[in-house]
């Protein structure tokens, strides 16, 4: 069964990684519009297509665009053509024939758009010149490593150089709005920009969309050293190399040495302190690690952490949701830290968390918080403790615990949350005595209170966040016993239109990951659904989910309620603690939403929405589905060392994912 499943996963992951390879990757992006119709083979409208991709490329490489409609309504087609304002016809000419070949190919349906590298290509059966409408996106594929080594600096000389470009192509005729120009960083680096618009809009219209553009860029590649976003009427790029043929634009460099000089000023006041520890300790770990490259990356994170951390702007993302900045968020010094926690005694410890160890504290007015205090001899988790901060100062709800402040200082790092008496969920059920104090009606409410702050989280929340840890521990419980989703280290945020996203480091907890994520590093908000459903059975049985993973044989809680639940003996799974007071048709329509949660197929669980109606809704109302048989086993992992945390105790694992390399 083990080799099996990796030959099998080898396969199916082989594909993936075709389909992805940047170098393959044209053209960029085939958008077939799925809402419009399909049209019908050798049809009039077909040939009326044929017709019009036909007369495209010489015509289009004329002047370099194009529009032309053909035929009569209802068989009518407009169409549209652009090159880069840089190629010369024959290569324009050339680029819109495999175009048009590949749209044709690719797409059935009447209205239908291709970009590549040096045209694009649009047809639809809806007059369409001349209106504007923002549709960005950027090709899912990734040619850049995020590793601009001054993000800050770089972007604002990126959005210089962009803003500068957009207004040529918009309102400057002879640009045939079309623009390129570089701005010189330093003597080994350069920016090169490009925009351009479809000529059938409006300058405003076109300045509106590269706008639009700018702020996409922004959110794919702020960091990296390229980037490019394609929308049906305007294309922006940027590269540190030289990617296009047109004469040079030289743009002055918008940091002049005297604003140099007051942002130099404006960090040394804000964090000098902060800024001495760093560079000294920055210093000493340079030289004690000289040799090992490695660490030098890691403190060259640190430092480019702090700086980030002093200046305030929102969030951004990456496009695989890696968090790129913050909001401002109040700072809390060490030495009050110390004082809150008696100096970081035992006897304040409240447990282990990911990546650190939290503590019970009291600020001078008396408010008890909690603090975490990061993992110390390591520069790890610093990727996480920067997510953390950034995600979770974002959020606000009554089930996510809230997030007061943090703290850096040297390599000190801190979070300080609000203070939960009542701990964390696995404290209750999984400990005999005080999941007597859990009666149905608090198990209900918790099970409600996850349910909706995980659906915040997916769908009512600005963004789109993934959690990627949802466990018991990560329940915290407030003095009412309101249940409290915390611990954002691991959290993704998704762009609205992104539904799955891959990682090569898997890190949750064995139990509670589902089995795509455990095995291809997929995850989706279908991941954390499969979490949730886990955590759900498991506070009605008062049972923990084994790493079932791991096991072939062994009896998981899984399939224990699986095996109940066709035999028809469910109320045997429910913890006999509720038994006598609990209404039965609530608990086993419990049951089966958890197992419709923990189905093997993710496009089988419901939406944490669905969740939320099915638990809270009247029941008979709704009559819930039968779920299919969960995952038990799927194949073979093997743990590795590897994992992002050095305390084994925090019960992390990497688990490695099989793929080609
Ligand atoms: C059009 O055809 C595609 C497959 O080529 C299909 O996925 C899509 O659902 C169809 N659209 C409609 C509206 O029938
Ligand atoms: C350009 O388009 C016209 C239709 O608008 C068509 O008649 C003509 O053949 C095209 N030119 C070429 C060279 O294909
Ligand atoms: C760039 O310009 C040169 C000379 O004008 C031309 O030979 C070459 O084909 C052009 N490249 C592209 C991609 O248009
Ligand atoms: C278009 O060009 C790409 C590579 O540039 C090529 O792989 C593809 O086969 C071409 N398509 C057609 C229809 O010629
Ligand atoms: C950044 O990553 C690119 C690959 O995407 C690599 O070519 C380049 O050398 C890297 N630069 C630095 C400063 O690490
Ligand atoms: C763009 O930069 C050029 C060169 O510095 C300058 O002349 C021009 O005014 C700028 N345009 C805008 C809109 O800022």
Request: contains cysteine.
């Amino acid at each position: 069964m083990g080799k099996d499943s990796a030959l099998t996963m080898f396969l199916l992951i082989i594909p993936f990684f075709i389909l992805f390879n940047p170098t393959a990757a044209e053209p960029l992006y085939i958008d077939c519009n799925n809402d419009a119709s399909n049209y019908t083979l050798n049809s009039p409208f077909e040939k009326n297509l044929k017709l019009l991709l036909q007369a495209l490329p010489s015509n289009t490489s004329l002047t370099g665009f194009y529009d032309i409609s053909i035929g009569e309504t209802p068989n009518k087609i407009y169409g549209q053509a652009l090159c880069r304002g840089d190629v010369n016809a024959a290569v324009c000419e050339s680029c819109i024939v495999n175009a048009s070949q590949e749209i044709l190919k690719n797409c059935k349906s009447k209205d239908a758009i291709i970009w590549r590298d040096l045209c694009q290509v649009r047809y639809s059966n809806q007059m369409f010149f001349s209106m504007q409408v923002y549709t960005g996106k950027y090709p899912d594929w990734d040619t850049q490593e995020k590793n601009i080594s001054s993000p800050v600096q770089f972007n604002k000389i990126l959005e210089y150089l962009l803003t500068n470009l957009s207004t040529k192509a918009a309102f400057n005729p002879s640009s045939r709005m079309f623009a390129t120009g570089e701005v010189v960083i330093s003597a080994k680096q350069t920016i090169y920009g490009l925009v351009q618009c479809t000529r059938d809009i409006s300058g405003g219209d076109c300045n509106n969309c590269l706008n639009s553009a700018l702020g996409d860029l922004y959110a794919c590649c702020y960091g990296r050293q390229g980037g490019i976003i394609f929308s049906r009427n305007c294309d922006m790029r940027f590269e540190i190399y030289p990617f296009y043929n047109a004469s040079s634009n030289l743009l002055p460099n918008p940091i002049s040495q005297g604003d140099k000089r007051k942002i130099w000023m404006y960090v040394l006041f804000a964090c000098i302190p902060t800024m001495i520890l760093a560079i000294i300790i920055g210093y000493c770990v340079f030289y004690l690690s000289r040799k090992k490259g490695k660490e030098k990356d890691e403190e060259r994170a640190h430092l480019a952490l702090l700086l980030e951390l002093t200046t305030s702007r929102g969030v951004t993302m990456t496009q695989e949701g890696e968090l790129m900045s913050y909001e401002e968020l109040p700072f809390m010094d060490f030495t009050t830290m110390i004082a809150a926690t008696d100096n970081f005694s035992d006897s304040n410890k409240l447990g282990q968390g990911g990546f650190g160890t939290v503590y019970k504290g009291i600020l001078p007015d008396g408010k008890e918080i909690a603090v975490k205090r990061l993992s110390r001899k390591s520069w790890q988790g610093l990727e996480e403790f920067k997510n953390e901060i950034i995600l979770i100062a974002k959020l606000q709800h009554r089930n996510l615990v809230r997030l007061l402040g943090c703290g850096i200082e040297g390599d000190e790092k801190f979070l300080i949350y609000e203070f939960m008496p009542n701990r964390s969920l696995d404290m209750f059920i999984f400990n005999s005595e005080r999941r007597a104090q859990l009666d149905w009606n608090a198990r209900y409410n918790i099970i409600c209170g996850i349910a909706r702050g995980l659906l915040y989280l997916h769908e009512d929340s600005r963004l789109k966040i993934i959690h990627r840890d949802l466990k018991p521990s990560n329940v915290l419980l407030d003095h009412e016993m309101v249940a409290k989703i915390s611990d954002f280290g691991m959290a993704r945020i998704f762009s609205e239109n992104q539904n799955t996203a891959n990682t090569k480091r898997v890190i949750g907890t064995y139990g509670y990951i589902a089995p795509e994520y455990a095995m291809a590093g997929q995850f989706s908000v279908k991941s954390d659904v499969f979490s949730f459903g886990v955590i759900l059975l498991e506070v009605i049985s008062g049972r923990k989910s084994s790493g079932f993973y791991l096991t072939e044989h062994a009896q998981t809680l899984l399939a224990y309620a699986w095996r109940l639940w066709n035999e028809g003996k469910e109320l045997e799974f429910v913890d006999p603690l509720l038994l006598e007071t609990t209404p039965i048709e609530e608990v086993v329509r419990c049951i089966n939403i958890g197992l419709l949660c923990v189905q093997e197929d993710p496009s089988d669980r419901p939406t944490m929405s669905s969740v939320v109606v099915l638990l809270e809704g009247e029941p008979t109302a709704i009559a819930l589905p039968q779920p299919k048989q969960p995952a038990f086993s799927v194949g073979r992992i093997v743990p590795t060392d590897k994992s992002s945390t050095t305390d084994p105790s925090l019960n992390q694992i990497t688990l490695s994912v099989l793929q080609p390399r």
